[in-house]
């Protein structure tokens, strides 16, 4: 099992974006079709979410939908990344703004087609910040979603290797992803 650091660099700018998830131990598997992911819920403080990414495994090389979905089963975000040429046990973002209430539960989804590209299993290594509690895996069979039933899964602190960036504002956090600044 390896386990991979976050390493995400920022400026000393008034809304600097910091990543949610610091470390993680990927276990790789490849069915499906499923979306999934885990159930988080934000702390005391409310924070916008400046980023979404997924992480990156040997053999990644396609299209991803990632979603932020809240406890109704209704999408707030949709965004895409894309694995091709993506380094190993790093996470690939694409920017975004959502507000993230203090005190709710969300859920952070990957779209995974099966068998074509691997996926984490149940990230038990995961380690987040204090902004938001990860509380459990979950999964549904509705590919892409299109809301409706979410699973929870005992045992799986998260399936994928999924993270997001925040920050108390979005726009003009002078964010660096990937070695490239983050223009909104």
């Keep these: 099992m390896r386990t991979v650091l976050v390493l995400f660099m ?61 406890a109704a089963d209704s999408i707030l975000l949709t965004a895409t990344v894309n694995m091709a040429g993506c380094q190993a046990n790093t996470y690939v973002y694409t920017t975004a703004c959502l507000h993230l209430t203090a005190r ?26 204090s902004a938001a509690t990860l509380n459990i895996g979950a999964f549904s069979t509705s590919v892409p979603y299109s809301g409706g039933p979410i699973s929870s899964s005992n045992g799986y602190a998260m399936f994928v290797g999924l993270n997001f960036t925040y920050a108390r504002g979005c726009g003009g956090s002078g964010a660096v992803l990937n070695g490239l600044p983050v223009v909104y």
């Excluded at 809304?15 to 988080?40: H, I």
């Excluded at 979410?49 to 939908?65: A, M, P, Q, V, W």
């Excluded at 709710?104 to 910040?129: C, K, M, N, R």
């Design 104 to 129: 709710t539960s969300y859920y952070i989804l990957s779209t995974e087609t099966g068998g074509a590209e691997p996926w984490s299993d149940g990230t038990s290594g995961t380690v987040t910040t």
């Design 10 to 70: 920022t400026s000393l700018l008034a809304f600097a974006d910091t990543p949610w998830v610091t470390s993680v131990s990927p276990s790789p598997r490849a069915d499906g079709p499923y979306t999934a992911g885990g159930l988080f819920q934000m702390g005391a403080t409310s924070y916008y979410l400046t980023s979404i990414g997924r992480l990156c495994l040997t053999g990644d090389s396609g299209n991803h939908t990632l979603y932020i979905v809240n």
